[in-house]
């Protein structure tokens, strides 16, 4: 164990802190601490302009391998890179949907063709993704797919319908991969398909979940006999349960540490309001803070833990599988606390009619980490299972 | 000792209930939240001449029911749960139990009777901008002038405070701390020098401003109670309104532990109800246990208060009952509100569905007036200290 | 709603605290505060003589009926008989099983012959009840009852065979009630009976448990062929669980008050330790004590609403259904906070080999208050289930 | 940046595991437990001799291992999962790091060798009974007599005080307080005018004692450090203990869910396995949460703790990792240990199964150096003041 960057690596460190210094500057300048998770809807424009700066600097995809036209840096080199981008405040990636699941994606399962069609818009921060899994009536339960595909010989094209949910950026995307039924018959995880299709396109159409912070962050995503060409399915028909699975195993990984320094922003601004509030003196107050440090702490170790490859037990990866739930019951945490370091005047919005000050909007919004991409319930049932081998939980059809 | 409602008292509660269920409906909450002014004058109104629920513990002879406090604290209850947008708790809760309080016989002659008569509203105003809810809070400046007062300073977080026709507002004289030297007064909302600001807030059911007042003149009259000797009141009337506020806390942790299970029953996951899985079943369950048991903390309350406004209790019950009643009612209120969104998923944090508004008004209520550890230490220093 | 007492309520209140002044001195002085749960194995024949003084002053069985030999006690008495008799500090009581579970069993299913027979011996002090429940390998499933019970026609006797477990003053008991198997080829609740049992015979033997405090408050009892005698089986034979269960019923309720002055001790304990070692100024310790006293200040108001019939929603006694799950987990936090403000010193025994301290006691024995009687977990699902309607576990044998 | 163990540490673990496995069996412990001693000393000889543990982490030169505070905490882990009764911590953690990082020369080449030759146990006594854990819980006083000092005072809850060889005291000059004045000898504990008597504790697998130095000569030699400036060295050893500990509270954390998942996959009620029900699944996996991050936290913290050792980073890291491990373990064991003895049911509160023997392990090893609330206050020193 060695908690020390390699010179070369701190080298790398100083070389993303300078091209970030030297570029969030001018028309960027506004986007500093912007457009993370619950400010998604901010700056939609300026943001999308920035993913091409950072392209033309050779900093997206830096964890790619060359030969598909990253950077092919370490994991040292990704974690750096993150923490660099979050502790700068450089704003919330816009690319970060193709650049984190489309791409590995089509690296491990797509076709040459797709490879070459997709990836280097991707790169060039041009081509921005979103993702179509949930759908209603379905939640947590993934591999509860309505929408359907078929194949249109006539057209040469799939043929998609039916509605995905919970879908960030949609209206800001050119492209959408969907999970879709290729088996009428088929049930659960069996009879998928995994789609690559452009949202510009009639058949698609795009509403906006209003959420608890009186913005909109998600959407609602309609499929009315919507196209995709027929090159434009990643794998085979019927194996799509199988590459959406692989797909969410690239969410986990290097980008948690830099979702880390948002939270560090976060919990500076904290302490910053309890000091000139005077909550700080507050012993009450202070044991919180001091918790929501610890916990940020530890957070940041285990991060270190997973990204080394486990310290312990092996294959299991158990520091990996309590991650979710970790982190996201931290952040609800933090948001409470940065109410009540505020007393009274967390009530007071911005501005009306519904402006919310950014420690409002952090504090309403973290309510849905502990919902999305997999509940607190779900997660306990994951680790329980696969982390204790305790029994899984039945289908009960027709529960009394 | 008799701890379960009388059958007046159960019509109160069923009435209240349909009334409510009637009058306060998601559209209809949603429609008032979005005005500055914060509720429905028709609904106001009708709360006033159809139910005359403005009036219930008001004493007889201003016009009021004469009922008491554990009526009182039912129909909080009901309103909390139905979150009805209205100037009720400012009106009733802080303005009328201040002038039965601390008022004159002649300023209650005149105000009391206008509450129950047409609905004057009426707000309470003495917290600063220091986030602090007990004496320190005071911190406008009053000197005599001639016959009358010279009052300045700057009061936040006022319910209803930009809309109320009638403002009860506590001053400290200079150089004066804690619970010395403060004086209350009643006031006109429109006299000249006081100037009153919407301040937004996240719970949108309910309104507070800013209220500054400019050396505001104010006339030998306007005094409530003892000049530089109203804390003892000033502390009765709060802890009136924490029992209040603690009420419709109460009415809200039930109705988000209603909500949940009637959506976790509905809602199909993995091939059974949401509401099958064990781990659903016990937030539900807790969340029921919260509820229980913070009803019974302001049945009590409400009785201790009941036995406060006919003298036959010590105030230092009073604020035990208050500080008990709040610290509970606030923590259970805002505990089941984070599980209701949690039990209902995804759709839990939209703003299409109620549970956010509860979410959002479990918070304010439980800032208002102080959150649970500021009254844990109340309590910390009745035993400790 | 009303607070008050009535005046006739007062005089009792006074009759009771002034012969509880009157009596509890002497050889009982030393009983004061003792014998509560956690201390029922201290002296246990002082004890017993305390139950026949109890008795001789009238104050036994103060809520039976007076047709039965009881005091006649209204609710609102039987509540001050307990506030006071905790209040004075008298000791746990030792007839508390034959008061409130066996009398008002018989009382309400039992024969005029077992009315006659066992209830002078409790009202006078003198017969000491147990109860026989719970099974190994049953714990929280009641009615997994493997003891059996079968009529041998020769000796006119009821034959019992099995074990019972978690039986509290088994070894100083004259009886003991026993659910036992009736028809063997039954399950679950059907086929039971319901058995009044001399403990004084051979084939019964009394293993004491030892518990976390290393004393021995619960047993296990095995029967061997014990006997039991043919009139001594209450209600019809496969009628035990209903009767069981009536007699669940009789557990909660005025007693509850007593309990509550009981912890109320405790607490009080804990406020004079904190003040004495200076944590009283410790912000941290403050707010635990207060939530403490509020705590039980609304658990007191509860069992005030549970005994005046509810305040709210009629038949379904919601207030009484979430009790043992508030006041067990109230309990549990109570000995962990009576640890933290003896800071240090909570670890340091009264001496060697291992005699603890009141509170040390109270702290390890609250342990046992979220299991026994239904567990944290039964009444979860009791309350979601029948407070709330929600579906019901399913039993499912072999589960992977 | 590496953050997994190497393959020799990965050796260090499997031996410790397979080795405690033997020796520290339930027998093992509970007879070691019932003595006055509350350790074997065939036991502590095999470690000593044949596995030479103690000298895992002292420098060569000394006769030790001159491995890193991992692979220590790697063994600390593995022997609190196993529960092991043994003067380690108080010698090791206390003692040697006490040597290390204020002995002189002389007193390591003395000491540290004696250590690892045969094992001669050694503790630090530094808290008298004000129940504080920092610098103000050094009351004993010290004053300079001739060529040497005199010291008097009264040490409680000195880890196994009443067996140790050698003891490291810390007391202070007259009229100081806080960090000033305070002064670090080591003795033997057989000096005359030094009283030690056990104190029998809830925790039987941890040997606690109470020393009382009346008026006790102790020579220029037994100085460790600068006069009167020890503190800075003192708080090190302490924050080196601290994490050694934490450690320890890992290993208890993992065994109490290892014995809960075994026990509720084995036990059957309602016709199923306890484990199949999902709220012992959720408790359990909350356990297994709390154990990782643990992990994680005591990883770092010796990891930063063999920096400090190697005199690469500040002071002040190591006392923050010190309280970031030792806040969050004490939470996670006490915790894990109490829901392990509500999966257990019945059986978890009786004397007969492990699990209690874990509880107030659990207990003391929260309060020993400070439970998470001190360290929590520690924490928000550095941040906030």
Chains 1, 3 share one sequence.
């Not at chain 1, 007393?343 to 919005?349: D, V, Y």
Request: proline share 2%; charged share 20%.
């Amino acid at each position: 164990m060695k908690l020390s960057f390699s010179s070369e690596d701190e080298k790398f460190r100083a070389e993303i802190a300078q091209w970030l210094s030297d570029n969030l500057v001018g028309e960027f300048e506004q986007l500093k601490f912007r457009g993370g998770p619950g400010d998604e809807h901010m700056f939609p424009e300026e943001r999308k302009k920035w993913e091409q700066k950072l392209a033309q600097g050779g900093w997206t995809c830096v964890g790619w391998p060359t030969e598909y036209g990253g950077r092919g840096c370490s994991i040292e080199q990704q974690v750096i890179f993150n923490e660099e981008y979050a502790r700068a405040g450089a704003p919330g990636r816009m690319g970060h949907i193709g650049e984190g699941l489309t791409g590995p994606t089509l690296i491990a399962f797509g076709s040459e063709e797709q490879k070459q069609k997709y990836l280097p818009g991707i790169i060039a921060g041009n081509d921005l993704w979103c993702q179509g899994y949930s759908e209603p009536g379905a939640g947590s339960d993934l591999a509860n797919v309505s929408t359907k595909a078929h194949f249109d010989q006539e057209k040469g094209k799939w043929i998609i319908t039916g509605q995905k949910v919970w879908t960030s950026l949609a209206h800001e995307s050119d492209y959408i991969f969907v999970l879709a039924r290729t088996d009428p018959d088929s049930k659960a995880h069996k009879g998928l398909g995994f789609f690559l299709v452009k949202m510009d396109q009639p058949n698609i159409d795009v509403r906006g979940i209003k959420q608890i912070t009186g913005t909109c962050e998600f959407n609602e995503v309609f499929f009315d006999e919507a196209q995709c060409d027929a090159q434009d399915i990643v794998g085979e028909p019927g194996n799509g349960w199988a590459i959406a699975m692989g797909l969410l195993g690239f969410e986990r990984g290097v980008s948690t540490l830099g979702q880390q320094m948002q939270f560090q922003n976060e919990l500076n601004q904290i302490i910053t309001a309890a000091k000139a509030n005077g909550s700080h003196q507050d012993p009450v107050i202070r044991q919180r803070i001091a918790d929501a440090h610890i916990g940020l702490k530890i957070m940041r170790y285990n991060s270190m833990r997973m990204l080394s490859g486990g310290g312990n037990n092996g294959e299991l990866r158990q520091e990996a599988l309590i991650y979710k739930l970790f982190w996201a019951s931290w952040h609800r945490d933090l948001g409470e606390l940065a109410m009540d370091v505020l007393k009274a005047e967390a009530e007071i919005l911005e501005s009306a009619p519904y402006n919310l000050t950014r420690m409002q909007s952090m504090y309403l919004f973290v309510r849905s980490d502990t919902i999305y991409g997999g509940t607190n319930e779900i997660q306990r049932n994951i680790i329980a299972e696969r982390g204790l081998g305790m029994p899984k939980e039945q289908r009960l059809i027709k529960n009394s | 000792m008799e701890f379960s409602f009388t059958d007046e008292q159960k019509m109160i509660q069923d009435t209240a209930q349909s009334f409510l269920a009637e009058l306060s409906t998601s559209n209809a909450i949603r429609s008032a939240m979005n005005t500055e002014q914060g509720f429905d004058n028709d609904t106001w109104q009708k709360i006033c001449s159809q139910m005359y629920w403005q009036a219930t513990h008001i004493p007889e002879e201003y016009g009021g029911m004469g009922l008491g406090y554990v009526e009182l604290a039912i129909m909080l209850e009901k309103m909390g749960q139905h979150l009805l947008c209205s100037p009720f708790l400012s009106t009733v809760c802080f303005g009328a139990n201040a002038l039965i309080v601390a008022g004159s016989e002649e300023q209650k002659q005149q105000y009391l009777s206008q509450i129950c008569e047409y609905g004057l509203t009426a707000t309470l105003a003495y917290t600063s901008s220091n986030g602090i809810w007990d004496a320190e809070a005071v911190q406008a400046v009053v000197k005599p002038q001639g016959d009358g007062y010279l009052l300045s300073g700057t009061y936040r977080y006022v319910l209803d405070g930009h809309t109320a026709d009638t403002l009860i507002v506590a001053a400290r004289s200079e150089k004066t701390q804690g619970d010395d030297g403060i004086s209350l007064f009643i006031v006109e909302a429109n006299t000249s020098g006081i100037k009153r600001t919407w301040l937004p807030t996240m719970d949108q059911t309910r309104k507070q401003a800013e209220i500054v007042f400019n050396e505001v003149e104010l006339k030998a009259t306007a005094l409530m109670g003892e000049y530089q000797r109203a804390w003892p009141a000033l502390k009765q009337i709060i802890d009136l309104a924490t029992i209040a506020i603690a009420a419709e806390q109460v009415g809200g942790a039930q109705k988000v532990l209603d909500l949940s299970v009637e959506y976790t029953k509905e809602r199909v996951q993995f091939g059974r109800s949401v509401a099958s899985f064990q781990a659903v079943k016990h937030q539900a369950a807790d969340m029921m246990m919260r509820t229980e048991v913070a009803r019974s903390a302001i049945y009590y309350a409400a009785c201790v208060a009941q036995e406060v406004l006919s003298n036959c209790v010590s105030l230092s019950e009073l604020s035990e009952a208050a500080s008990v009643a709040k610290a509970y009612c606030s923590d259970s209120y805002f505990k089941n509100a984070g599980d209701a969104i949690q039990l209902h998923g995804g759709v839990g944090f939209t703003w299409e569905y109620d549970v956010h508004l509860y979410f959002k008004r479990a918070k304010s209520s439980e800032v208002l007036l102080g959150n649970s550890a500021f009254h844990r230490e109340r309590v910390a220093k009745l035993l400790l200290d």
